[in-house]
């Protein structure tokens, strides 16, 4: 599901390629003027999981799969974007592709540092940002209506979807995003085949100076978590130029430094794993001589989907699946221990998977 991605936006010269390129190491440009990302950067980052170390000591396994996460630096939006300014059609759409949004905000004041503003203000900044993809919503939510409309004369089924695409339209028009909407859940599902960009869930990134840490605390970060709280949405404050200096040292050095500094991890890691409960994503384990591997799947799913996420013989196949927590098999050192112990159980296709399920599936 390596598929899955966030698409990481904000103002140009806010450290939207600074933190993807501490997020993936992947030496994307990162300049100090605007426009500098044009084609986005795709990077994909392991979701890292300690348990898949114990598990893999315990099975012997030959290799160890994290989950993974894809994050696309997308290129500095501008005022105007909507309308084609900047190089706005094209930013637009690579946003439509992705799961979620991360709106990186800048929360610092640097004089060497331009910005595109000529002052230091998030909340203006961010309004820009939803403004500009409101009206893109808006030009397609009017295009799409007008295609119904014309398809509802022959088809009374799509009356419903008409009602529901008019409650869009007349939302965004009073330049609210589509996910402030109030929906019942007949309208969602008439809506699903129109991915508007402003239904994404957005996790916003304050983006601090080292002047700020540990607490990450600052006015404007107080005022970028107040605004996402308004909206329903999640805020995180992060050092994006610590980050960057981070990820350039060895693994044991990193700790030792976050510790200097009063941290106890880093802010890509937890950046992943709030990316992760945006979307209400969960892993849950397998393991075996072959692998021990991690495999995201959406909360509240049933054992048969998630068996098909390994393979869908599996779930066409699916008789019944063998489940052990994380802890029990740890404690009793793997899968036949758990077993004498009492601790593994078998459960049917509609069993809810949990994030700490050992999984074995049995299948034809």
Not at 76 to 93: C, D, M, P, S, Y
Request: aromatic share 6%.
């Amino acid at each position: 599901m390596a598929g899955l991605s966030c698409g990481i936006i904000g103002l140009p010269n806010v450290g939207k390629s600074t933190l993807f390129n501490a997020l993936t190491k992947a030496g994307a440009a990162s300049s100090n003027y605007p426009f500098c990302t044009i084609d986005p950067n795709v990077g994909v980052v392991d979701v890292q999981d300690s348990r898949l170390g114990e598990l893999a000591e315990i099975s012997q396994s030959k290799q160890t799969i994290y989950a993974a996460m894809q994050f696309v630096d997308i290129a500095g939006l501008v005022k105007g974007a909507a309308q084609g300014e900047g190089l706005g059609n094209q930013f637009l759409a690579h946003i439509r592709e992705t799961d979620a949004i991360i709106h990186v905000v800048r929360c610092f004041e640097e004089e060497d540092v331009v910005h595109v503003e000529g002052k230091l203000d998030p909340l203006r900044d961010i309004d820009t940002i939803n403004i500009e993809l409101i009206l893109a919503d808006l030009h397609t939510a009017e295009q799409i209506y007008k295609r119904v409309e014309k398809q509802a004369k022959g088809n009374k089924e799509l009356k419903e979807t008409l009602v529901a695409l008019k409650k869009v339209v007349d939302h965004l028009d009073s330049s609210h995003p589509v996910r402030t909407l109030q929906l019942t859940g007949e309208e969602r599902e008439h809506l699903k085949p129109y991915p508007f960009l402003t239904q994404k869930k957005v996790l916003y990134c304050a983006n601090v100076s080292e002047a700020d840490l540990p607490s990450m605390e600052n006015q404007y970060v107080q005022q970028v978590r107040e605004h996402a709280k308004s909206e329903g949405n999640s805020m995180l404050p992060i050092c994006a130029k610590l980050e960057a200096e981070i990820v350039e040292l060895e693994e044991g050095e990193q700790l030792l430094f976050l510790e200097s500094l009063g941290l106890k991890e880093t802010g890509l890691d937890r950046l992943i794993h709030a990316s992760f409960e945006m979307l209400d994503l969960i892993s849950f384990l397998t393991t075996g001589e072959m692998e021990t591997r991690a495999w995201t799947i959406s909360s509240g799913i049933t054992a048969a989907e998630a068996a098909g996420k390994i393979h869908t013989d599996i779930q066409k196949g699916f008789i019944k699946a063998e489940v052990i927590s994380f802890d029990d098999f740890v404690q009793n050192k793997g899968r036949s221990g758990a077993r004498e112990a009492g601790k593994l159980r078998f459960e049917g296709r509609d069993y809810i998977v949990k994030p700490d399920d050992v999984i074995l599936f049995h299948h034809n």
